[in-house]
């Protein structure tokens, strides 16, 4: 305690004269008098949002006070939620929550931010309580945009799940599913990318091919995709559809889905083609979190943020910064939950230099994504991303594919959980 | 020298002061240890954003909870080697050797410095 105390006091002699100056800079007129820490709040509790939040509170060693928004009190991961689909893992397996970032001294506030005061820097949430910063950090996530698809709204999820943000959606397309006689047809409708989770749709695909082919053999599962080909993983997945799903699992191309019936449970391709099911899941199309566009970090016409990728500041507002999938992607760079954890931490370390008057390092980001494409077997696409000062983006330096070779994807299989929990741990603590 | 009787050592001198931080008012001198070696697992900006890129499969500061393999706390030389192997394509591997090619040889050795002074084991029973 005592010693933790000293490094702190020792750390904001300098920090606070830096953060102060900074402040004078930006026209900040401060109200309260001036606390010696610097101020950061993070907005959203993924991915992208917990690793920046957790990461500040880490690099700053205590000269950064940090507040993360976020309105729910359990988060519930994307990545394995498809699992739940098909049968070999619970929902409960991957629930997390914010009590160890608030045990780190994170200020955990459960609200809605609603607006941004960028010139006063002030963020006003749901409640009406006012936060002032230094800098801002937005990770709001997507925004499903259900009227792109006719006949499909919020209500109409009700009956027929996207399940592409993890919780009840998941429970409820895995009730249908096992509700479903033997011999019935499963629908997907993907999505024209981009898209959260470019490999997403097609694991899914997997895991109900896998619970259909164990429990319901007569049972047809139905790809309707609006890519020309799986924007992932293609001959990857393409293979084990064909060694592992042959007769279970159809995978169409360019074939988006235009229209939904509810009542009669039918899509309606682009081409005028019907198709009917039994059970249906739509991933509609989506673009940056609502937040994104009620505050202008999305300009009008735009889907995605666009940011300095050397800071991940935003080019919309200044002093804030946006993370994660809402972000307009830098060339080859997926939206995924390693992709946002990789923000988080990159944000962090630009903010905590910046704020200390320095000039920050280039950023480096990872990225791997494991599909699960049994209960047992995984296949990965994995990458590294460098900043190019020439290009001013982020460009991919390495990469790779799961090989050919069956056997070494049970041992990837067990790393891909291992994967879940060393990213579940470094986001959320 | 095994990496285990130098991470035990290390383990040894964190469990000696903790009681003592616990307890009450420290000397100038222990107070200056312990907010060193707080420090000292920082890592200077220029390897810390690398070093992180590690933590989402390898656990937070390469300490990894569940099936992957913990890098924190190995020795460094041996840090060094692995890596410059799976760089080469000489070690055996489902996915690393594809990253590894990412790094420089500086990067390496100052990965492999970071990693090796972390400490092992507060997430999974040793």
Redesign the interface.
């Given at each position: 305690?005592?010693?933790?105390l000293?490094?702190t006091r020792?750390r904001l002699l300098g920090f606070g004269a830096a953060a102060a100056s900074l402040a004078g800079l930006a026209g900040c007129t401060p109200v309260a008098p001036r606390t010696a820490q610097a101020r950061v709040v993070v907005v959203g509790g993924g991915f992208g949002g917990a690793t920046a939040a957790h990461?500040l509170q880490?690099?700053s060693?205590g000269a950064i006070a940090v507040t993360l928004v976020e309105p729910r009190r359990r988060y519930i991961s994307c990545p394995m939620s498809n699992l739940v689909l098909g049968g070999s893992k619970a929902l409960d397996e991957m629930t997390l929550g914010y009590d160890a970032l608030a045990r780190l001294g994170i200020r955990v506030v459960h609200d809605h931010a609603v607006a941004i005061a960028a010139e006063r820097r002030v963020l006003r949430l749901a409640s009406g309580a006012a936060l002032p910063y230094d800098r801002l950090v937005v990770s709001p996530g997507v925004e499903l945009l259900f009227e792109q698809v006719r006949g499909m709204s919020e209500a109409a999820a009700r009956q027929i799940p996207h399940a592409w943000q993890a919780g009840e959606q998941t429970a409820l397309l895995r009730q249908q599913l096992e509700a479903m006689p033997d011999g019935g047809t499963v629908l997907i409708g993907v999505p024209a990318a981009p898209y959260r989770c470019p490999p997403g749709p097609y694991e899914r695909a997997c895991q109900i091919a896998s619970y259909l082919k164990a429990h319901k053999p007569r049972a047809k599962l139905i790809v309707l995709d609006a890519n020309a080909q799986p924007v992932a993983k293609a001959a990857l997945f393409t293979r084990v559809w064909r060694e592992d799903y042959a007769g279970i699992l159809e995978h169409r191309p360019n074939a988006r889905v235009a229209e939904v019936d509810v009542a009669t449970r039918t899509f309606t391709l682009e081409s005028g083609e019907r198709e009917r099911g039994d059970v249906l899941n739509l991933i509609p199309p989506m673009r940056a979190g609502a937040l994104a566009h009620a505050t202008g970090l999305a300009g009008d016409g735009e889907r995605w943020c666009p940011v300095d990728w050397m800071t991940l500041e935003s080019t919309r507002l200044p002093g804030v910064h946006v993370l994660g999938d809402a972000t307009l992607s830098a060339p080859g760079m997926p939206k995924s939950a390693?992709m946002a954890?990789?923000h988080g931490?990159?944000a962090a370390?630009a903010i905590?230099?910046l704020l200390a008057g320095?000039v920050?390092?280039p950023?480096?980001?990872?990225n791997?994504c494991y599909s699960m494409v049994d209960d047992r077997q995984a296949i990965?696409v994995?990458?590294?991303h460098?900043y190019d000062a020439t290009q001013k983006t982020m460009v991919a330096?390495?990469?790779?594919l799961?090989?050919s070779e069956r056997g070494?994807w049970v041992?990837?299989g067990?790393?891909a959980?291992?994967?879940?929990?060393?990213?579940w741990?470094?986001s959320f603590g | 020298m095994t990496p285990m009787p130098r991470l035990t050592m290390r383990r040894l001198a964190i469990g000696a002061l903790l009681p003592l931080v616990g307890a009450g008012p420290l000397g100038a001198q222990d107070a200056r240890t312990a907010a060193d070696a707080a420090h000292d697992a920082q890592a200077a900006p220029a390897v810390r954003l690398l070093a992180a890129t590690c933590a989402n499969c390898h656990g937070p500061q390469g300490d990894s909870p569940g099936a992957m393999p913990s890098i924190a706390g190995l020795p460094r030389e041996h840090l060094v080697e692995r890596l410059r192997m799976l760089r080469a394509g000489a070690a055996d591997a489902t996915l690393m050797h594809q990253l590894a090619k990412a790094y420089s040889d500086d990067e390496i050795e100052r990965l492999a410095a970071h990693f090796a002074r972390q400490p092992r084991g507060r997430r999974t029973a040793p």
């Amino acid at each position: 305690m005592t010693a933790q105390l000293r490094l702190t006091r020792r750390r904001l002699l300098g920090f606070g004269a830096a953060a102060a100056s900074l402040a004078g800079l930006a026209g900040c007129t401060p109200v309260a008098p001036r606390t010696a820490q610097a101020r950061v709040v993070v907005v959203g509790g993924g991915f992208g949002g917990a690793t920046a939040a957790h990461y500040l509170q880490q690099w700053s060693e205590g000269a950064i006070a940090v507040t993360l928004v976020e309105p729910r009190r359990r988060y519930i991961s994307c990545p394995m939620s498809n699992l739940v689909l098909g049968g070999s893992k619970a929902l409960d397996e991957m629930t997390l929550g914010y009590d160890a970032l608030a045990r780190l001294g994170i200020r955990v506030v459960h609200d809605h931010a609603v607006a941004i005061a960028a010139e006063r820097r002030v963020l006003r949430l749901a409640s009406g309580a006012a936060l002032p910063y230094d800098r801002l950090v937005v990770s709001p996530g997507v925004e499903l945009l259900f009227e792109q698809v006719r006949g499909m709204s919020e209500a109409a999820a009700r009956q027929i799940p996207h399940a592409w943000q993890a919780g009840e959606q998941t429970a409820l397309l895995r009730q249908q599913l096992e509700a479903m006689p033997d011999g019935g047809t499963v629908l997907i409708g993907v999505p024209a990318a981009p898209y959260r989770c470019p490999p997403g749709p097609y694991e899914r695909a997997c895991q109900i091919a896998s619970y259909l082919k164990a429990h319901k053999p007569r049972a047809k599962l139905i790809v309707l995709d609006a890519n020309a080909q799986p924007v992932a993983k293609a001959a990857l997945f393409t293979r084990v559809w064909r060694e592992d799903y042959a007769g279970i699992l159809e995978h169409r191309p360019n074939a988006r889905v235009a229209e939904v019936d509810v009542a009669t449970r039918t899509f309606t391709l682009e081409s005028g083609e019907r198709e009917r099911g039994d059970v249906l899941n739509l991933i509609p199309p989506m673009r940056a979190g609502a937040l994104a566009h009620a505050t202008g970090l999305a300009g009008d016409g735009e889907r995605w943020c666009p940011v300095d990728w050397m800071t991940l500041e935003s080019t919309r507002l200044p002093g804030v910064h946006v993370l994660g999938d809402a972000t307009l992607s830098a060339p080859g760079m997926p939206k995924s939950a390693h992709m946002a954890n990789q923000h988080g931490k990159a944000a962090a370390a630009a903010i905590v230099e910046l704020l200390a008057g320095r000039v920050p390092e280039p950023p480096v980001m990872a990225n791997t994504c494991y599909s699960m494409v049994d209960d047992r077997q995984a296949i990965h696409v994995a990458s590294m991303h460098r900043y190019d000062a020439t290009q001013k983006t982020m460009v991919a330096t390495a990469g790779g594919l799961s090989g050919s070779e069956r056997g070494r994807w049970v041992a990837e299989g067990r790393y891909a959980w291992g994967w879940a929990r060393s990213i579940w741990a470094d986001s959320f603590g | 020298m095994t990496p285990m009787p130098r991470l035990t050592m290390r383990r040894l001198a964190i469990g000696a002061l903790l009681p003592l931080v616990g307890a009450g008012p420290l000397g100038a001198q222990d107070a200056r240890t312990a907010a060193d070696a707080a420090h000292d697992a920082q890592a200077a900006p220029a390897v810390r954003l690398l070093a992180a890129t590690c933590a989402n499969c390898h656990g937070p500061q390469g300490d990894s909870p569940g099936a992957m393999p913990s890098i924190a706390g190995l020795p460094r030389e041996h840090l060094v080697e692995r890596l410059r192997m799976l760089r080469a394509g000489a070690a055996d591997a489902t996915l690393m050797h594809q990253l590894a090619k990412a790094y420089s040889d500086d990067e390496i050795e100052r990965l492999a410095a970071h990693f090796a002074r972390q400490p092992r084991g507060r997430r999974t029973a040793p």
